[in-house]
């Protein structure tokens, strides 16, 4: 989906605009993996911009070394060696006088072990971490020399660049050099200050947008680290408003764009609801009945709907969405709803063919694994219309997929699917018109970032949990000291007929991070439980595989299920009261909440044990602190927000959707009541420059905006 947009007439010259490939370095290869990081012409070179500076300006003591910090050290090499482990590694032991350190490396050549001689002197720069034998540096960029080198790598503040696989940092300071000599001169002003507010203007007066440009990509000799980090520099503030306003004026076109559109008007026959509702063995919360409400308003005009679902983990949102369903088969259109894994997207499939089929509706079924006979049929249904509600994953979108007449999209876990796929629904409705969307989501929304970023949507919130549901108690233990202690709670739990959730963040075994592996962790349980079934179940399975292991625990033949996070949606077990999260320490707030919400859907009282290995950030502190004082997934939202900033929270890194530069909603929040009053004014003034504005901060995203 990315694009590189043509230039509006009068607002950019041309060699801002020239392609990336006309930078030396660039190919044709290198191009397509800059594009997935929208980088397609040199004008996005200039305004990709480093999220974060490393100091080798100096060089710290091997013997005043703490772990985490990320330093320049100099030492000479005492012992040069090959080992066979697990893996097998080049370890180099070098000293100072005042300590010693391991470096270690699992990807060398023979040139690279030759070049480590015993008295050769090594000057290198990586994050310190506590090893088996004291503190290691595990592939740190380094320099052999055979004299005593001085100083530090670099005499002033290097970039780090937001990048993706096959894109070196070394490759991104050779092509932003190129950038700033070619094209830095030629950018263009775009914000008039008159139309800024006194708190925005000082720093446009203390810096101009090339000068800001050059300071953030090549800090200046004795520049503040802190200043830089914390991007409370004049440059990094002149940008920031500038970044706010573009996404802003992005967000108004879309909002604008779609009142435009048309989408067909869903009428709900009362007859078809009452029938549901009576037939659904509970009663709906008094949130789930406003949402139901305010989603049903919507699908009766004719503007498309765009609606966000949020609701915490058991709050009841497939019921809301079934009813949205509902009102699309009462018009005579058809409806999908797609999820991001199969185990998600069949346990929808099971619910709603359960509660549809007592009305007479049939649901479709499409996935990687659907028999070829039953997807040609379905595939035939949809295409004639004779079906009207299909379920399924991303195969819903595949070319060969062809609907009569598409009404109604609802797309669970909605942060999970880069926005292509929902760029892909919306192209197979009729000429002319685009569905309603209803996008769902177990990770609420902040207010400011809603407030923000999903200003052209509409936002609905579950904020009350059905009757019976258990608050689950979360209890924080070193794993060093207590892991022996859990097996013993994890054996009574079964013994009592009880089933329990062991959740490793990782498959396969990994000396550099010292995470536990779902593997060994399956055997070592296996071995120290005797007479408690033991499941494994991780996303390398085959498809077939892992739903067998989850049918089992599901059914009760499994008491024990160790798992990876694949376990984090789409598995519903009441019986399974005890849940079991290794390596706590590693996750984020609102994964770990995701995989609590996996136990208290019983009767039973639950728990969820948070196992944690030494050292802790703070932010991990803050993370588990937070998972043991609370259940409410709101407060945990506005939490995860603060610690790990807009992007990573609703995973628009890897979509493509919603990703700053420079600006960040927590830190930036005191400005964002002033941007639409400085919007409104700028487009009175300069309406000519909102296209270019937005072309240079979010460029081919603009459409990912827009979905």
């Known amino acids: 989906m990315t694009k590189t947009k043509a230039p509006a007439a009068g607002n950019k010259t041309k060699e801002e605009y020239a392609a990336v490939t006309s930078l030396s370095g660039v190919g044709p290869q290198m191009a397509t993996k800059l594009s997935k990081l929208h980088v397609n012409t040199v004008q996005d070179v200039l305004f990709h911009l480093p999220h974060r500076y490393e100091d080798r300006t100096s060089v710290t003591d091997l013997g005043a070394l703490l772990p985490n910090l990320s330093t320049v050290v100099i030492g000479q090499i005492d012992l040069a060696q090959v080992v066979f482990g697990r893996r097998r590694s080049l370890?180099?032991?070098?000293?100072?006088?005042?300590?010693?350190?391991?470096?270690?490396?699992?990807y060398f050549n023979r040139s690279q072990e030759k070049s480590f001689q015993r008295g050769l002197w090594v000057k290198c720069f990586g994050e310190v971490r506590p090893g088996a034998k004291g503190y290691e540096m595990i592939h740190p960029e380094y320099r052999v020399s055979r004299d005593e080198p001085e100083g530090g790598l670099d005499s002033t503040l290097t970039p780090v660049y937001p990048t993706t696989e096959g894109v070196s940092q070394a490759l991104w300071r050779k092509i932003t050099d190129q950038a700033l000599k070619q094209s830095l001169p030629r950018i263009k002003e775009l914000v008039d200050v008159s139309c800024l507010p006194p708190e925005m203007q000082t720093a446009y007066q203390a810096s101009s947008l090339q000068a800001a440009i050059q300071a953030l990509h090549r800090p200046r000799t004795g520049v503040d680290l802190v200043s830089m980090q914390e991007a409370t520099s004049d440059a990094h503030q002149r940008l920031i408003v500038e970044e706010l306003l573009a996404h802003h004026f992005s967000l108004r076109k879309s909002r604008a764009a779609r009142e435009?559109?048309?989408?067909?008007?869903?009428?709900?026959?009362?007859?078809?609801?009452?029938?549901?509702?009576?037939?659904?063995?509970?009663?709906?919360?008094?949130?789930?009945?406003?949402v139901c409400h305010e989603i049903g308003a919507d699908l009766s005009n004719s503007s498309p709907t765009m609606r966000l679902v949020q609701g915490d983990v058991g709050s009841g949102k497939t019921v809301v969405a079934a009813m949205a369903m509902l009102q699309a088969v009462s018009s005579g259109v058809q409806c999908v709803l797609m999820a991001p894994t199969e185990l998600l997207a069949e346990q929808h499939f099971k619910t709603l063919g359960d509660w549809f089929g007592k009305l007479g509706i049939d649901v479709g079924w499409l996935a990687s694994k659907t028999p070829a006979k039953?997807?040609?049929d379905t595939l035939e249904r949809l295409s004639n219309g004779e079906l009207l509600v299909a379920v399924g994953t991303h195969a819903l979108i595949q070319p060969a997929v062809d609907y009569k007449h598409l009404g109604l999209v609802v797309i669970d876990e909605q942060h999970r699917f880069g926005v292509e796929q929902r760029l892909a629904l919306?192209?197979?409705?009729?000429?002319?018109?685009?569905?309603?969307?209803?996008?769902?989501?177990?990770?609420?929304?902040?207010?400011?970032?809603?407030?923000?970023?999903?200003?052209?949507?509409?936002?609905?919130?579950?904020?009350?949990?059905?009757?019976?549901?258990?608050?689950?108690?979360t209890v924080v233990m070193p794993s060093e000291t207590k892991r022996m202690e859990v097996i013993q709670r994890v054996k009574a739990a079964c013994e009592s007929g009880k089933q329990v959730?062991?959740?490793?963040?990782?498959?396969?075994?990994?000396?550099?991070?010292?995470?536990?592996?779902?593997?060994?962790?399956?055997?070592?349980?296996?071995?120290?439980?005797?007479?408690?079934?033991?499941g494994l179940v991780h996303g390398r399975l085959k498809p077939k595989e892992k739903e067998t292991v989850m049918g089992q625990f599901r059914n009760?033949?499994?008491?024990?299920?160790?798992?990876?996070?694949?376990?984090?949606?789409?598995?519903?077990?009441?019986?399974?009261?005890?849940?079991?999260?290794?390596?706590?320490?590693?996750?984020?707030?609102?994964?770990?909440?995701?995989?609590?919400?996996?136990?208290?859907?019983?009767?039973?009282?639950?728990?969820?044990?948070?196992?944690?290995?030494?050292?802790?950030?703070?932010?991990?502190?803050?993370?588990?602190?937070?998972?043991?004082?609370t259940n409410d997934g709101f407060v945990i939202a506005e939490k995860d927000l603060e610690i790990r900033g807009a992007g990573e929270l609703l995973g628009t890194r890897q979509t493509g959707s919603i990703s700053f530069k420079v600006a960040d909603l927590i830190r930036d929040q005191h400005l964002l009541p002033l941007i639409d009053?400085?919007?409104?004014?700028?487009?009175?003034?300069?309406?000519?420059?909102i296209d270019a504005l937005i072309d240079r901060w979010i460029g081919s995203k603009e459409d990912y905006v827009n979905a």
């Open 91 to 106: 370890l180099v032991r070098i000293s100072d006088g005042t300590g010693s350190l391991t470096i270690r490396m699992f």
């Open 260 to 290: 435009h559109e048309l989408a067909p008007v869903l009428e709900f026959t009362s007859s078809i609801g009452r029938s549901f509702l009576n037939n659904l063995g509970f009663t709906l919360t008094a949130a789930q009945q406003r």
């Open 374 to 376: 039953q997807k040609r």
């Open 426 to 473: 919306r192209a197979k409705t009729p000429e002319g018109q685009v569905p309603h969307q209803v996008v769902m989501t177990a990770t609420p929304i902040p207010r400011t970032l809603a407030m923000t970023f999903y200003a052209d949507l509409d936002v609905s919130s579950i904020d009350e949990l059905p009757p019976g549901r258990k608050v689950v108690e």
């Open 501 to 534: 959730y062991w959740v490793c963040p990782l498959i396969d075994e990994s000396e550099a991070l010292e995470a536990q592996a779902a593997t060994d962790t399956e055997q070592q349980l296996s071995a120290a439980l005797q007479g408690v079934k033991v």
């Open 556 to 629: 009760g033949d499994i008491d024990l299920l160790v798992a990876t996070t694949v376990i984090e949606v789409g598995v519903d077990v009441p019986n399974a009261s005890l849940m079991i999260i290794e390596n706590a320490e590693r996750m984020g707030l609102a994964q770990l909440h995701q995989l609590r919400g996996r136990v208290g859907r019983g009767s039973e009282k639950s728990f969820c044990i948070l196992l944690y290995q030494m050292p802790l950030s703070q932010h991990a502190k803050q993370r588990l602190k937070t998972l043991r004082e």
């Open 677 to 689: 009053g400085t919007a409104t004014k700028l487009a009175s003034k300069t309406p000519q420059h």
